[in-house]
């Protein structure tokens, strides 16, 4: 034992590595060896101007991804949907039936319950419940849509700075009801702008010309 020392936990810690070398992208490498070997590879440059292609491509797409975010923030504001529970969507199929039934008697109590079951904790007046039934013709969508802007004397569309949990609960399900309008609709305000970069030429030979490297 006396010349020989037992390395340190710190000597062992220094050489260990967690995600291993870090590497080039593959296409950095590729360009590399391909300018290396131009003379010995004539077909290197069509290749090399594929794989410009692919990388301009990838941060194209990259962009885009980006654009479309920052426009859906500008579109929503902020944040207000919450994912409903399998109970709060069955509440919210149910409730069409459940507006039919209480504008039948006159009373809104199964409304109430549905309100509540969904997990609104505002005490709405009677009248306002009523109102909103009898202008919604029985579409669920429009119930929300007229109760919200009752008790928030604020279209649903017009952004709030602020959205507490009872507005949240009332805005998600409005897009629950009208799921496929919505998805449409941010399909639309999101939809491509820019055309990506053109393809070159000799792309159709890629596979035929990669293979010898």
């Known amino acids: 034992m006396g010349k020989y020392k037992i390395p340190s ?49 990838r941060y194209y797409f990259y962009r ?6 920052k426009s859906i923030n500008d579109e929503v504001g902020p944040p207000w949907y919450i994912e409903l529970s399998s109970c709060q969507r069955d509440v919210l199929n149910d409730l069409k039936t459940n507006i039919h039934q209480d504008l039948l008697e006159d009373l809104p ?8 079951d969904l997990g609104v904790t505002l005490k709405i007046p009677r009248k306002i419940l009523m109102q909103a039934m009898n202008d919604s013709v029985e579409d669920p969508g429009i119930f929300i849509w007229n109760l919200y802007r009752a008790v928030y004397k604020k279209s649903p569309s017009e952004l709030r700075g602020r959205y507490d949990m ?13 799921l496929e309008e919505c998805i449409q609709e941010l399909e639309n305000l999101t939809q491509m702008k820019t055309p990506p970069p053109p393809v070159p030429q000799e792309s159709t030979y890629l596979l035929l010309l990669i293979k010898p490297l």
């Open 9 to 57: 936990v710190q000597y062992f810690l220094s050489k260990k590595t967690i995600y291993g070398e870090k590497k080039d992208p593959v296409w950095v490498y590729l360009e590399r060896e391909m300018r290396e070997n131009i003379e010995n590879k004539p077909y290197n440059e069509k290749v090399g101007a594929w794989l410009r292609y692919l990388k301009e491509l």
């Open 64 to 69: 885009e991804a980006k654009r479309k975010e």
């Open 109 to 116: 109590n199964r409304i109430r319950k549905s309100l509540s």
């Open 166 to 178: 009872n507005s949240m609960i009332l805005m998600s399900s409005l897009v629950f009801i009208d």
